[in-house]
């Protein structure tokens, strides 16, 4: 059973399970304005040249785009279940859970993996590497400039989610959390939720407008 | 600890299928022509699919009402960005052709110039020297005695500098102001064509021959542009260059850095 | 009893050591490192400035142009990101808001020290730029130059995207702090004004700081991977990232300012004998100028090349922060009215403040004003114009700050003449060196620029001159506080006659702040006079 102890500063254990998901939520925040200085990028450059994009986006892999987004819905869903589990005091069904999703963030880097090395052996990479001609447009370069940027952030925080998931579940194996304290199983559940919704809107921006 | 007594799990259920069900709608919508909707349809799509995973997955239905207005801040404050942002890139003017005017040397803040280059320096004699050579030395001659082969077809015969006499005036601003003009009734030209800099350099390079240099006058100064003081008159009436003199930037830039 | 000592023991001698400073969880304590630390900078880049005006005292080059331009790039860079950002929120705002809301610690305190880590990770880097060669872009860095140029862009936007953590992180817990821990009967409109402007500080740092987070990550971007968004040679836009850079920055102008003018309705207050004028027309307008904030970022932008449709757009909205400024400054007058004014050093700052934020907020509204921009952009009226909100405002507020809880966080008094008669140099030095400077902008001298025509001359000497006043300031408040630290007079719980919590509370406090759980009055400008 749980051994948490709560910190001294605070009354009572309500007071800092509050606190801590008030202080996560304005973490999300902060994390959506970090994503939405690209997509005011993507915005910008996307209303200068439509057709630049429309050509562009051809080039991606629809069906790989199609496949990890269903992969990533599926592991929110398991996430989702994962903290439900914990929160009811069912640790066994919870490390489950916690892995599959584990293992689908995995499915989706190897994915993006395979992606990543067709586009880069094509030479369809950031503008100053460039070196496809099978796009007429001059600035198509930037469209993969944005494509790497965007995706590659989102990858580096899927990444950092494994780690996170990783941690909470060896935490849940060991008996750290029960239905009175499972603060930072819920959290990193909402990071994984970001990391999900960031990925619904990449999606249709950049594999869908060919 | 809020809500952990409803179990969610049938909810969670069928945000996943929902989910799932929309994601095969957008491909399948994406890959429909409807023009311009497309995007629309596309990001319709996805703000459902985001809602949902922040209302039930994220169960921000049902939070604090804090944490909803913070969470959802964020949205209203990245429209700010956009929109803002938006207002200049999609209603720039286009761009009009750069028009790139040849000035020769210094122009704009002619007074300042004037002010500054009256004063003689050695780098500037070192100049002057080169220029008379090229461009006095024929008449004047290479010592500056008057005495070059031009000279002897002349009347009256060219300046000998070494005299200490000036026909109009020894002063800086005088000398530069016949340099500048010429004197009319005798064969002395105008040499308009060379810079203020140029001809300050000439300038003083002669006068470093005379035994007689008086200093500038009011009247002198009055001549070049100057206030009696040797300031120029002041910057605001200055003449402002209506358009950019880039080569002249490129050359300066160039200059400072070989 | 050890431990009941121990616990009533001042947090200064709580603990013992080096090793317990650096692994410290006490807000007082990482308050205090983060103020030494923050002065530190305050000094490196206050050097830089007399570099500055050392070269503009005579016509004539005197340093290297390139010398010149590194100079005043790190005397921006430091100043603004390593400096005046943090000092107020992270030193002043973390000693005391817990205090001031009756609470033991803010809400994260590993979160806590985990920022002033972060943030000397960032700031090695950006001083790491400094050692290797310095950086010569300005501190705005923008591009296409910062791509192109052969300085150190890289190390010292990695650090100020580093100390972007930082800042969000502390504002997160500030925040949660004080809608969470909020003592028993201390509400939103009972708290100290301060914790106002503090709280609309975080609000700024959370949502703008990730952008310039994401600015500085595609400018590093840029030069590793030339990914072209910036760049004019690869289809990119050199303007956009002017709206990136400034969407943070414009609104960073005011975490600068906020906390200042926060200090400001604490000192004015305790000092006039007097409850303050309108609290709330105070406090809202701190949550109103954060929000405003968010929309005027492109007046920065004005002969950038920007839509005339932003030109129109931003240079009106700009106008609308000047309504919550103006609150303030008002609120503050009408609380000196008829007050019973104490003209100890900490008032002096205030009232400097009062004298030289105005004439910054004046002179911005000329440059908000789009056709008089046009002629000052660029120009040292500019120059002139953010000094007089940044250092007139922000430091003269933070220097009232030092002093007015001075005798609180090192339980020791500063000698009060010493600290007037370098308050007295610090506000005719700084009034010589920049109201010359309008002046230079409205003849037109053009920032930047390591020479100028021989008729600025006069003026630049002055100018330079007055600089050389301010320093003589800082070194003599410099040399009393080290003094007072350890012979300065042994500070009494309350000797300003304050209301508010912390001075009800032993000076250096203990280490949990209160043995109880302190009374909150109605109101923390008791002084039984109205406002």
Known sequence: MSTHVIPHHFDNAEQAYQSSKLGFWLFLVSEILLFGGLFVAYIVFRSLYPDMFHEASGELNRIMGGFNTIVLICSSFTMAMGVNRVQHNDPKKAVMFLAITIAFAAIFMVIKYFEYSHKIHLGLLPAGFYHYDGITHPRAPLFFSLYFVMTGLHGVHVLVGMGLITWVLLRVKRGDFSNQYYTPVELVGLYWHLVDLIWIYLFPLMYLIG | ?258 | MAHAEHAHANYLEAKKGIWSWLVTLDHKRIGVMYLWTTLFFFVVGGLFSLGVRLELLKPGPLFQPDTYNKMFTMHGAIMVFLFIIPIIPAALGNFFLPIMIGAKDVAFPRLNLLSYYIFLVGSSLAVGALIAGGVDTGWTFYTPYSIRSASHVILITLGVFINGFSGILTGLNFMVTLHKLKAPGMTFFNMPLFLWSIYATAIIQVLATPVVGITTFLLILERVLKIGIFDPALGGDPILFQHFFWFYSHPAVYIMILPGMGIISEVVTVFSRKHIFGYKAVAYSSLAIAFISFLVWGHHMFVSGQSPLSNFLFSWLTMFVAVPTAIKVYNWTATLYRGSIVLATPMLYALSFLFMFTIGGVTGLFLAALSVDVHLHDTYFVVAHFHYTMMGGTVMGLLAGIHYWWPKMFGRMYPELWGKISCAFIFVGFNVTFLSQFILGKLGMPRRYHDYFPEYAGWNMVSSIGSLFIGIGFLIMFIYLFWSLKRGAKAPANPWDGKTLEWQISSPPIEHNFTKVPAIPASPYEYGVKG
């Open chain 2, 1 to 258: 600890m809020s809500d952990h007594k409803h179990d969610h799990r049938k909810t969670y259920l069928n945000v996943w299928f929902i989910l799932m069900a929309l994601t095969v709608i957008t491909v399948v919508a994406a890959s429909i022509n409807f023009g311009k909707i497309n995007l629309f349809i596309a990001m319709a799509i996805a703000s459902v699919k985001a809602s949902l995973v922040i209302l039930y997955f994220m169960h921000l239905k049902g939070d604090a009402t804090l944490n909803q207005v913070v969470f959802l801040s964020a949205f209203g404050f990245l429209a700010v960005f956009v929109l803002l942002t938006l207002s200049d890139v999609i209603a720039r003017p286009p761009v009009a052709p750069v028009v790139v005017t040849k000035i020769q040397g210094i122009t704009g803040n002619q007074g300042v110039v004037m002010a500054r280059l009256r004063n003689s320096t050695p780098e500037q004699i070192q100049k002057g020297k080169a220029i008379y050579m090229a461009q006095c030395a024929t008449c004047h001659g290479e010592n500056a005695d008057g005495l070059g082969p031009a000279a002897v077809a002349f009347n009256p015969k060219p300046r000998d500098f070494k005299s200490g006499y000036w026909k109009l005036g020894g002063e800086p601003s005088r000398v530069y102001h016949t340099v500048e003009n010429g004197m009319p009734g005798t064969p002395m030209p105008a040499f308009k064509g060379l810079t203020p800099e140029d001809r300050w350099a000439v300038v003083h390079f002669i006068r470093s021959f005379s035994p007689n240099t008086p200093a500038d006058t009011r009247a002198t100064l009055a001549l070049i542009g100057l206030k009696p003081d040797g300031t120029p008159q002041s910057v605001s009436t200055e003449k402002v260059i209506p358009e950019l003199p880039v080569d002249f930037i490129i050359e300066q830039i160039v200059k400072e850095n070989p």
